[in-house]
């Protein structure tokens, strides 16, 4: 309650506590993407109602409903496709906020090996760009991927 005496949180609250769950990275911009899609009505602020929907899919929602979620999280442009260089921007951020703490392949090592490796599984039509259909596919196909884009991880 002390930190959300109003019942919704600002983005620098919001970021502020995300970054006390990652102490040895920077989360300010995972958090932020984050708090894009938490803020459902795009007002600013995270409601209490808002909150509670969004921790509910990404803890307790079927695969189905964690992959629409994560969809909105990676489709940074709302424009119902998730680009390459959308997906290297969070994949970027996640890479960012767990710093030093994970250790990855060296077909991992980087976001854009990470992003090339993951749309050469899942890009089927090869236009660069995922559409909601060939994410969730790709995403059930290939339980590596779901690891890899820290869809279950507790990053959310």
Known sequence: ???CPDGSLHQ???LSIYQQFFPFGDATKFATFVFKVFDDNQDG?????????????????TVEDKLEWAFKLYDLDKD??????EMTDVVDAIYKMVGT????PEDESTPEKMVSKIFKKMDKNLTHKLSKEEFKDGCKLDPSIIKALCLYDGLV
Do not use: N, Q
């Open 80 to 85: 119902g496709y998730i680009t390459e260089e």
């Open 101 to 104: 703490m994970v250790t990855y």
């Open 45 to 61: 602020l995270i409601e209490f109602t808002e909150f509670i929907k969004a921790l509910s899919v990404t803890s307790r929602g």
């Open 1 to 3: 309650m002390k930190d």
């Open 12 to 14: 620098h609250e919001f």
